[in-house]
């Protein structure tokens, strides 16, 4: 369910909305795990991974190891404009998964990536580029290395960018190994 003021846009407007139930949710409850209907568990044995986010506050699918595309390729310049990033920062950073994160919203969770995550969602311009955006969610094959903005990933968009930002020199350790889950596509 979406706040009222929200409600009456159209589907195209709310690619973020489900981080707006991110925020709402871990000021009661700060352990919040999103996982896509697409993924499927491996084990029961989770013991370890509930034990690694409530220690190192956030991570996510494998990081984009196993994805060739760029953040740069795959965002729109607006994004990076709403977030004062120069995309040739991210010209080399690989995508980010954003349907399985794992969030335990500690201080510094909420204030650099969850406000910030809520903050795009709600913009103009940020994770839905404009009125059109629906143009840019197909991604066609990039015959030229680091050539970038070919589309937009919206939510992978904006993850991938904050992930980034925080991370960059550690970004394996908040990586989720993929022995926990699969792609049941």
């Known amino acids: 369910m979406l706040p009222a003021d929200v409600s009456s846009f159209s589907k195209q407007y709310l690619h973020g909305n489900s981080f707006f139930l991110f925020q709402t949710i871990a000021k009661e409850h700060p352990f919040l795990f999103w996982m896509d209907t697409s993924l ?11 034990a690694n986010v409530t220690k190192l506050g956030l991570m996510a699918d494998d990081m984009g190891s196993g994805l060739i595309s760029t953040i740069a390729e795959r965002t ?9 990033e120069d995309p040739c920062a991210y010209a080399t950073q690989r995508e980010k998964q ?4 794992l969030i335990y ?7 650099y990536f969850l406000k910030p995550l809520v903050s795009c969602a709600l913009s103009f311009g940020c994770m839905d580029p404009n ?3 629906l143009l840019f969610l197909g ?3 990039n015959d030229e290395p680091f050539k970038g ?9 904006i993850v991938g960018i904050l992930f980034t930002r925080l991370f960059h020199r ?13 792609f049941d596509k």
């Open 40 to 50: 499927r568990f491996k084990t029961s044995k989770l013991d370890q991974l509930f």
């Open 76 to 84: 729109l310049q607006t994004t990076f404009n709403y977030l004062n």
């Open 98 to 101: 954003g349907g399985f994160l």
């Open 105 to 111: 919203a500690n201080p510094f969770v909420t204030q």
């Open 131 to 133: 009125r059109y955006s």
């Open 139 to 141: 991604c066609p094959p």
């Open 149 to 157: 903005q070919l589309c937009h990933r919206y939510d992978q968009s």
């Open 170 to 182: 550690n970004m394996r350790n908040h990586a989720v190994s993929r022995d926990y889950f699969f």
